[in-house]
């Protein structure tokens, strides 16, 4: 019997430590439910896709069956009668189709094929478009995730401060729960009046009903926290606590830079891609089959093949036009780049400013709890003499709530800018 409660009393164990959940299992739930990169992860694959079916067109042949049929009759007027002719051998007066447009008809049925040759240089700027589709499509993914991971970690600091608040408000309540029986105690020996019991007591509920409000928050702040990462699961959880630290930016570009790179090499490639149709282009062509125009017989079957040659000249001055819209877009991207570069500076050093003064307010809040704390045990001693009021020691109690409140904001506060120091910081 033993034995089986203690497996029991294991698996309770196991189940409490697996409702506790960090930062890292909210952000790989966001990922996996994001729109945005499930939607670049699949533009990463049509762009794989496109690449294969341009490759198709620029290396391998297109091979068609071409078949027509068409019929020219024609009423033939020789020799003063009027008689329908299908196809007509010749005639001197007839009403129809005049036969140097019809020759009779026309009968095809062939097999065509044309190869495109010397397509190198034109698979090499396709190639390149493609490289950089994709490094935009993961730099997409990359700064999602980025997004993400400052807007899950802030919602789940809302959380820890819910849950903070409660525990502070718990601890009170504890406080005032040993005061109320002690109180009592007092009363009995009439040391204290039952009015002071009772405005123990009414405090002790302030704090509880606090609790209970503390409680609502943590379970609203958690419900937006699983929305945002389509987390369906409604049970009320235990959250890790986070202490994020302030990063160093990486020897190499951010990911916010990179974006402007890409968007650079895109363009360049766009204008690598419509430059094509200015070199010549030749393609082998060959068919086989019957075409006649006449009713067709065996000896009207053969085959040709050839060379076709596309080079355009002269288009009025459209190239020209295409590289200065080119330039223009590179100069707009590149004040884009500048402008968020500034921004980037600005925000950065505001939200070091920012946590610089944090921590010397957290500093003095620190120090002024400390001296809360050791103002607790000296009015705790004379409150089991008799030697202060109620009020007092609820005014005191008060006190120590909104300073133990106050230094834990203060912490998620700082938080919340290292979070957002790290996200300018990408």
């Known amino acids: 019997m033993r ?54 067109i620029l290396s391998k042949p297109e091979i068609n069956v071409d078949a027509s049929v068409l019929f020219a009759p024609i009423i033939s007027h020789d020799n003063n009668s009027n008689r329908l002719e299908l196809v007509s051998n010749g005639a001197n007066s007839y009403t ?20 495109p040759l010397f397509t190198g240089s034109s698979f090499r700027a396709y190639s390149g478009k493609t490289d950089i589709l994709r490094q935009v499509n993961e730099n997409r993914i990359s700064l999602t995730s980025h997004e993400l991971q400052q807007i899950i970690s802030h919602q789940y600091l809302l959380c820890i401060r819910a849950k903070r608040t409660a525990e502070t408000n718990r601890q009170l309540l504890a406080e005032l729960s040993g005061q109320v029986k002690l109180m009592q105690k007092l009363v009995e020996n009439a040391i204290y009046k039952q009015s002071d019991l009772m405005q123990l007591k009414i405090e002790y509920d302030n704090f509880k009903l606090n609790d209970e409000r503390a409680r609502s928050d943590f379970r609203s702040n958690l419900y937006d926290l699983n929305l945002l990462c389509g987390i369906k699961d409604t049970s009320t959880v235990d959250l890790r606590e986070i202490d994020p630290q ?78 200065q819209k080119t330039a223009i877009n590179l100069q707009t991207l590149n004040f884009e780049k500048q402008h968020f570069i500034t921004q980037q500076e600005i925000n950065k050093n505001a939200l070091l400013n920012q946590i610089a003064s944090l921590d010397k307010r957290k500093t003095m809040a620190n120090s002024q709890l400390e001296q809360y704390e050791q103002l607790l045990k000296v009015y705790r ?35 919340a800018l290292i979070i957002s120091y790290n996200y300018w910081n990408y």
Request: proline share 2%; glycine share 6%; charged share 20%.
């Open 96 to 115: 129809g189709y005049d036969m140097a447009v019809t020759d009779g008809g026309q009968y095809q049925s062939m097999v065509s094929l044309r190869q």
């Open 3 to 56: 034995i089986v409660t203690l497996l029991i009393l294991a698996f309770l164990l196991n189940a409490v430590q697996a409702q506790e959940r960090n930062l890292d299992f909210y952000f790989d739930k966001a990922k996996v439910f994001s729109p945005l990169i499930n939607q670049a992860q699949n533009a990463n694959k049509i762009v794989g896709l496109d690449m294969e079916q341009i490759k198709s």
């Open 246 to 323: 302030i990063k160093i930016k990486p020897a190499y570009t951010s990911g916010f830079l990179n974006s402007y790179r890409l968007d650079s090499l895109n363009i360049s490639a766009e204008q690598n891609i419509s430059g094509l149709k200015y070199k010549p282009q030749i393609n082998f062509f060959a068919n086989a089959g019957m075409n006649a125009v006449y009713l067709p017989t065996l000896n009207r079957l053969g085959l040709s093949a050839g060379l076709t040659l596309k080079w355009n000249i002269f288009d009025g001055q459209q190239r020209k036009l295409s590289r």
């Open 381 to 415: 001693a004379q409150l089991a003499q008799g030697e202060i009021s109620v009020i007092d020691f609820k005014t005191m109690l008060r006190d120590l709530a909104y300073k133990r409140q106050e230094c834990a904001l203060l912490d998620l506060e700082k938080q």
